[in-house]
């Protein structure tokens, strides 16, 4: 693989050094090649893999595994079963966050619902007082009215004996003269 590199490269740096007009039609091929090689690479890499899992399974199989295996897989589980053990401490830390967090959403609720029905009591009695302050005012009008009319009927009358007066005088008057 490393030998179909380094020929690789060395065809990119001769097609460098071609001509601009046919360079394209060599510089994709090599491209082209550069791509394949990579893909087989790919594939000889999952092959290995691929091998070294039939060998392990065929190892296990026949209970071949050595002693230095089997302690680092006890390593490794005890590992994730302490990782696994940290990570539920942390949900149980977010569960009882999360009951907190609710149980003080339900506070703050209810103390709006208790606010919410003091400003609809606040509001009827408003209403209640207003309408009660429009009943006063209607009657304060009328005795206002009252008080005119008496006023006017008071100036009347005492216009009337006024008149009735000065009639009297000017009847006596005009007797003695």
């Not at 050094?17 to 594939?43: M, N």
């Not at 092959?47 to 199989?61: C, H, M, N, P, Y």
């Not at 003091?118 to 429009?134: F, H, P, V």
């Amino acid at each position: 693989m490393d030998e179909a590199q380094e020929l690789l490269e060395q065809m990119d740096l001769e097609v460098r050094g071609i001509p601009a007009k046919d360079r394209q039609k060599y510089s994709t091929r090599v491209k082209s090649y550069q791509t394949e090689l990579t893909r087989l690479e790919k594939d000889l890499r999952r092959s290995k893999i691929a091998f070294t899992d039939l060998e392990t399974g065929r190892d296990e199989l026949f209970g071949l595994e050595d002693v230095q295996s089997s302690e680092d897989q006890r390593t490794r589980l005890l590992d994730n079963t302490e990782r696994l053990e940290r990570s539920g401490r942390k949900l149980e830390a977010g569960y009882r966050m999360t009951v907190e967090t609710e149980q003080i959403g339900q506070d703050i609720l209810d103390n709006l619902h208790g606010d919410r029905e003091k400003i609809n009591k606040s509001r009827q009695r408003l209403r209640d007082m207003d309408s009660t302050i429009g009943q006063s005012s209607r009657v304060l009008n009328a005795m206002l009215r009252r008080i005119v009319q008496n006023r006017v009927l008071m100036i009347f009358l005492g216009m009337v004996v006024v008149s009735v007066i000065i009639i009297g005088i000017y009847f006596s008057v005009k007797k003695h003269k």
